[in-house]
């Protein structure tokens, strides 16, 4: 950076709006990853589901539209969401069942 140059904040969002992170002069191929070694570092599995072809057109074009570039990835946006929800409300019935409390559909609805 020359002296002629503002240094942009590190935030966030100069992150997700691409102002930092997107300049090719400071990128580098990285030779020795595989795709199975991203996946074991994410700890990433492969799975196979069948959807219906109007779903899958559906997803691609919310995933376009949220730029995020495919559909695969907003399916797991969508499961961590879900299975975060739920594993709360597990944990909400546990600890009312624990302490003899009921708890309605409802009010967990409303909770969460």
């Known amino acids: 950076m020359n002296e002629?140059?503002?240094?942009?904040?590190?935030?966030t969002e100069n992150w997700e709006n691409e102002l930092l992170g997107n300049d090719e002069q400071f990128a580098a191929i990285a030779e020795d990853v595989t795709s199975e070694s991203v996946d074991d570092m994410l700890a990433l599995q492969m799975i196979s589901i069948r959807l219906q072809k109007s779903m899958i057109q559906d997803l691609k074009d919310i995933a376009k539209a949220n730029k995020l570039g495919g559909y695969q990835p907003l399916i797991r946006r969508i499961l961590e969401r879900f299975v975060e929800a739920e594993m709360k409300s597990i944990a909400r019935e546990a600890m009312a069942n624990d302490h003899g409390i009921e708890v309605s559909y409802e009010k967990e609805r409303a909770i969460a």
């Open 4 to 11: 002629m140059t503002p240094k942009i904040e590190g935030s």
